[in-house]
């Protein structure tokens, strides 16, 4: 059992930067592939981007490509979202997700992920 907590969230101006922090406890979580998914009000949960379990592969969502970098770091248990150049449509609750069964295949759909976060709220103003 993973239980993923985030962090960093907050109020931030179009143009500013956030970095969104997703702590992890339990030993497995070095072999899971780890996401980061949204959702804004009225909207459906959408992928933002995925990380392999050594953190050599990365994919990312069309709108946040190149604005966003997902990283990891093992020994601290923990995932990282850097959001540069944020714009008013990037707000919405941010998830952490893990997923057991895949340690380099990289999805995109909420129904692979087996572990979530509560999320924490970016809100970028104009």
């Known amino acids: 059992q993973v239980q993923l907590v985030e962090s960093g969230g907050g109020l931030v101006q179009a143009g500013g930067s956030l970095r969104l922090s997703c702590a992890a406890s339990?030993?497995?979580?070095?072999?899971?592939?780890m996401g980061w998914f949204r959702q804004a009000p009225g909207k459906e949960r959408e992928f933002v981007a995925a990380?392999?379990?050594?953190?050599?592969?990365?994919i990312y969502a069309d709108s946040v490509k190149g604005r966003f970098t997902m990283s990891r770091d093992n020994a601290k248990n923990t995932v990282y979202l850097q959001m540069n150049s944020l714009k008013p449509e990037d707000t919405a609750v941010y998830y952490c997700?893990?997923?057991?069964?895949?340690?380099?295949?990289?999805?995109?759909?909420?129904?692979?992920?087996?572990?979530w976060g509560q999320g924490t709220q970016v809100t970028v103003s104009s």
């Open positions: 339990g030993r497995a979580f070095s072999g899971y592939v």
């Open positions: 997700a893990g997923d057991q069964n895949r340690r380099a295949i990289l999805v995109t759909a909420a129904r692979f992920y087996d572990y």
């Open positions: 990380i392999s379990w050594n953190g050599d592969r990365t």
